[in-house]
């Protein structure tokens, strides 16, 4: 967003404008939800179209400094205020605590801030309170922004604890994982090769005045993201977003497989989609079973399929639990993108830090021990099973295919990505894949049951 004067209305591609008062209200509305544990993308939907674009935008930055912006507030006030009034302060100081950074000048935020919390019930009160905070804030910048330089969870804007597992799991690379998911996203485009080609397509982006570049074997990545309704023949299936990582999972799944046989195949957490849709992509004779827990998200599957023009199987049942849904014939490949963490996809979500606890990485692995368990029952002889998560805890992906493979002798390890760090074209590139563009953080373990 551009600098704006005090009351000047922010743009949105639709037309429509909103004062800045009631986006800063909007955000902090989503800033205190997320505090209580709610994910921040049923917020944003839920949020009025006229003040959701920008309120998006504001959401984002101010989760990603999320961590400097409690520390800040910890030195204005020893005290937190009530939480409506500490969720606005603190989006407050998210988003002016570095001037490079700040959607708008520091003094414009400030006002519109105390504007918005006169302008509300619960922070009415508070008002007085929030401005003397940020007053004091624009005289003693520098000063308290050194105080909280000492803070690593100011530092690097993620839990304690977070920091200090990738420094366990990753010590040579922690800090640029961090600096990676501090990054906002490209827009990454997979295109369906029954319909085009990389190079047809962006001679198809350039017509309409876009631009971008190949990444992988498949994807594009966009110089600036747009509405997938400007994106030429998304509706008919020509392309669909995808991150360059998530795009390796369905070829390596296949790969040493006839991709024109009638292959039996299950993606077993497929929500939403994508690699579902790839999968079919590039093995137009398989017989895809798509599965998901949760029948809301089943429906999102079955459009992304009718988008692509592809059929699958679609079934609302749990992947742990093959007795509900299971018809008994084994599978030639099953792909499981387990439930995980998502300490990965930080770049795109990144409320999912301050969500998660310690605790969950315990708990989301014994989940995903069940599922290799069970399904791996499910495989045919000489079938192969990818296993990958959108994780960077070695314990949600290498210590987790390494206690598999001691407790199932009949399990070959095959050559595999392990765990792809969060990457960004503002880094230096990783070896192992310097060709694949931006991508977020991902695991993948490929395996082959001996005949």
């Known amino acids: 967003m551009p600098t704006s004067s005090s009351h000047s209305p922010t743009p949105h591609a639709n037309g429509a404008s909103a004062p800045l008062w009631k986006l800063l209200q909007g955000t902090a509305s989503v800033v205190a939800a997320v505090r209580s544990g709610r994910s921040m993308t ?16 504001l959401s984002y930055q101010v989760m990603r ?7 800040l507030r910890a030195q204005l006030a020893r005290k937190a205020p009530p939480p409506a009034a500490d969720a606005l302060l603190c989006t407050a100081l998210a988003l002016c605590w570095d001037e490079s950074l700040a959607p708008y000048s520091a003094f414009t935020l400030v006002d519109q801030t105390v504007h918005a919390a006169r302008q509300h019930k619960d922070t009415r009160a508070q008002a007085h309170f929030i401005n003397a905070c940020l007053r004091r804030f624009l005289r003693e910048r520098d000063a308290l922004i050194d105080l909280t330089d000492a803070d690593p969870v100011a530092q690097w804007n993620h839990p ?15 800090s640029a994982i961090l600096t990676a998911s501090q990054s906002p996203a490209p827009m990454t485009l997979r295109v369906n090769q029954n319909q085009s080609t990389v190079a047809d397509y962006l001679a198809q982006l350039q017509a309409v005045g876009l631009s971008g570049h190949a990444v992988g074997e498949f994807g594009i990545e966009l110089r600036q993201a747009v509405p997938v309704s400007q994106l030429p023949g998304f509706a008919q299936g020509v392309v669909s977003v995808q991150d360059a990582a998530a795009q390796w999972a369905a070829p390596l799944l296949l790969q040493g497989l006839d991709r024109q046989a009638p292959l ?49 199987q679609v079934m609302a049942a749990d992947a742990a639990r093959p007795e509900s849904w299971w018809d008994g014939s084994l599978f030639d490949a099953i792909l499981l993108d387990a439930p995980c963490t998502a300490s990965g996809i930080g770049r795109r979500h990144p409320d999912v830090r301050w969500l998660r606890r310690e605790s969950d990485v315990g708990q ?29 805890f070695l314990e949600e992906g290498h210590q987790q295919i390494q206690t598999f493979l001691q407790h199932n002798t009949d399990a070959v390890f095959l050559p595999s990505p392990g765990h792809l760090r969060p990457q960004n074209s503002r880094m230096s590139p990783s070896v192992q894949d310097n060709q694949a563009g931006e991508h977020d953080g991902f695991y993948y373990a490929r395996l082959q049951k001996r005949l």
Not at 160 to 174: A, F, G, K, N
Request: with cysteine.
């Open 42 to 57: 049923a917020l944003l939907d839920a949020q009025p179209p006229a003040l959701r674009p920008g309120v998006q935008a």
């Open 65 to 71: 400094w999320w961590g400097r912006a409690q520390a």
């Open 160 to 174: 304690l604890w977070w920091i200090q597992q990738l420094q366990h799991d990753h010590p040579d690379h922690w």
């Open 264 to 312: 039996r195949i299950l993606d077993a957490c497929a929500a939403p989609g994508g690699k579902t849709g790839h999968l079919l992509e590039i093995c137009p004779f398989a017989q895809v079973v798509a599965l998901d827990v949760d029948p809301a998200r089943c429906e999102r599957v079955q459009h992304n399929l009718d988008r692509l023009q592809v059929q699958a």
């Open 364 to 392: 989301l692995a014994a989940i995903q021990a069940r599922l290799l368990k069970t399904l791996w029952g499910l495989l045919q002889p000489g079938g192969h099973l990818v296993y990958c998560t959108c994780s960077i």
